[in-house]
Nanobody
Framework: QVQLVESGGGLVQAGGSLRLSCAAS????????MGWFRQAPGKEREFVAA????????YYADSVKGRFTISRDNAKNTVYLQMNSLKPEDTAVYYC????????????????WGQGTQVTVSS
């Protein structure tokens, strides 16, 4: 079992920044890929970013490429999502996810999810 707990969401003005954190339980965190998804009201959940076990490989959705950065600290069992140049269309609930079937960033098919953290970007 893996438990994922997100933090760092909030309200920010357009153009601002936020950093999301996701703390994972378990002793095998460093062996599998991690990622972030988001879901806006009335829309389906969509992929945002993924990172390999070592952090050496990352993958982003086109909509966030160049603005968001995913990283991980295996010593702290934590994955981060640094979000810069935020836009109102980034408003969503952001979910941390784990794919324990692979150590690589792609393909990324989560089998564990966090509870989500709200990010609201005002115009």
């Amino acid at each position: 079992q893996v438990q994922l707990v997100e933090s760092g969401g909030g309200l920010v003005q357009a153009g601002g920044s936020l950093r999301l954190s996701c703390a994972a339980s378990g002793r095998t965190f460093s062996s599998y890929a991690m990622g972030w998804f988001r879901q806006a009201p009335g829309k389906e959940r969509e992929f945002v970013a993924a990172i390999s076990w070592s952090g050496g490989s990352t993958y982003y959705a086109d909509s966030v490429k160049g603005r968001f950065t995913i990283s991980r600290d295996n010593a702290k069992n934590t994955v981060y999502l640094q979000m810069n140049s935020l836009k109102p269309e980034d408003t969503a609930v952001y979910y941390c996810a784990a794919d324990r079937t692979t150590a690589q960033a792609i393909p990324f098919h989560p089998d564990y999810w966090g509870q989500g953290t709200q990010v609201t970007v005002s115009s």
